[in-house]
Every structure is written in structure tokens, then in C-alpha cells.
């Protein structure tokens, strides 16, 4: 779509209204720049939203910095796009991170009272299974 924008020009009037290039050379690339953002925001978006796996919530960091870039590309008044969204979104991928450690930490640090408990529980099931009750 950022193909059709005119690559000369800093506005371009279109029937839905004025695009300005904001920060950019000429349209072309602001659009460039903004329809790859929202490409990202969106796939990972959508791979939150249907993902079924207990670590689904690692996929908010990436979407958090992807957010982070599409609100520098929107607001054109920031001086550096790319450069410092990481800092800027630290504070809410901290929280992510360390609760992700957490969880994989107690996952990790199963008891053997819990694999004695599913052993016993194969067992009856192994009895419950044939026919030698």
C-alpha cells in the first residue's frame, strides 16, 4: 500500500483526508514505517490472543516493544524512531520477565514427594487397567 504514496512529495491528499510525513523524507517512507509496525503489532497480537501455552506471555514483550515503535513512528516529534523504545519499555518487560523466571524456577523444582505421588497414581491406574484386580 505504501507503494501508491508519492515518494516526492512531504503530504499527500487522499479521499479520507491529509498524510503528512511527519518526521520522514516523504510519505512513501512514513508509510513504510508505519504499515510495518502495524504488521507487527498485529501478528503479535493475534499470536497472544490464540496461543494456549503457559509461556504466552512472553509473546508481550516483543509486542510490547513493537508498541513502543508504532507510538514513535505515530508521534513524529520524537527525535530517534528505533533507538531508545527498549528503555522506554524496560519497566513493563521486568515485570514479565521475572515472573516468567518464577514460574519456570517452580516448575523446575519439583518435589519427590510429587513423583512418588505420580508413580503411585500409575500404579492404580495400571491395576484399575487390567484385569488382575
Known sequence: MYKYAPAETSTWDTPFGTIDSGGFNNVQAYLHALLTKITFVLLTGIWFLTSGNWWKYAILVP?????????????????????????????????????????????SKRSIASDDLKKDVDEEIKKILSDDL
Open 63 to 107: 509486542l510490547t516493544m513493537f508498541l513502543f515503535q508504532l507510538s514513535g513512528v505515530i508521534n513524529y516529534k520524537i527525535q530517534y524512531i528505533d533507538e531508545f523504545d527498549f528503555w522506554y519499555s524496560l519497566p513493563a518487560i521486568l515485570p514479565i520477565l521475572f515472573f516468567l523466571m518464577y514460574i519456570s524456577y517452580r516448575i
